[in-house]
């Protein structure tokens, strides 16, 4: 596709639940980032992928938190045993190089 | 530390007005890219200007410029000839080193043009 996409758009799932949380980069960048952004918040970095490289985990809050990337494309961020403080936006981006960051519309999870 | 520091949660302007929203950056890689990006309530994320480092001359893009100090790690964001359209929140992102690394974000200010 043209840009990077992101689904669910929504997701509400009660506390306690594995929710997965996908995106699609753009065919050919190699780096790939999530984010977290509360409301009215600011960006939080999450966790970054680059080539085949070992992904930067540094901003995961919790082991509850994971991701990984299959072939060097697709992205699935899972949070486990959700709580009402992982409600947000993930907004995940991908880029080929060191200026065309692009970002997806974004997941707004809800945790109830 | 903040790496990226927003200092002002919230500006408004009268619309055809010119408008600075401050941005503080804190790194020691001599090597770094500053970002702005616009988020509108639709919730994307809209890039707007790039100020990379090395750069000498302050970046422009239409009625955006950066305004670059970088012995005093600003980046202050100039929009001039404000429009309704530009009311949103903006934040400052910055790139360590070279390559597509991360990017880290300030909490962003909030942009209220008024008519």
């Known amino acids: 596709g043209a840009g990077v996409s992101q689904s669910p758009s929504n997701k509400v799932t009660e506390k306690g639940k594995d929710v997965e949380l996908r995106c699609d980069p753009i065919s050919g960048h190699t780096a790939l980032y999530w984010y977290r952004q509360s409301l009215g918040q600011g960006l939080e970095f999450l966790i970054y992928f680059q080539g085949n490289s070992a992904p930067d985990k540094s901003g995961l809050p919790s082991d509850r938190f994971s991701a990984e990337r299959t072939g060097g494309s697709v992205s699935t961020l899972t949070i486990q045993r959700t709580q009402q403080e992982d409600s947000a936006v993930y907004l995940c981006a991908s880029s080929w190089d060191e200026l065309g960051y692009t970002f997806g519309s974004g997941t707004r999870l809800t945790v109830v | 530390a903040q790496k990226i520091t927003q200092t002002q949660p919230g500006m408004f302007v009268q619309e055809k007005e010119a408008v600075t929203l401050d941005c503080t950056y804190d790194?020691?890689?001599?090597?770094?890219?500053l970002f702005w990006y616009k988020q509108p309530s639709s919730g994307e994320m809209i890039f707007l200007i790039y100020q990379g480092s090395y750069d000498q001359q302050n970046a422009t893009e239409g009625r955006y410029s950066l305004n670059f100090q970088k012995a005093r790690k600003s980046a202050n964001l100039v929009i001039s000839a404000s429009q309704l359209g530009d009311s949103a929140m903006y934040f400052c992102a910055m790139r360590e080193g070279l390559g597509a690394n991360n990017l880290f974000f300030g909490t962003g200010t909030r942009l209220t043009v008024i008519p």
């Open positions: 790194t020691s890689d001599p090597s770094y890219g």
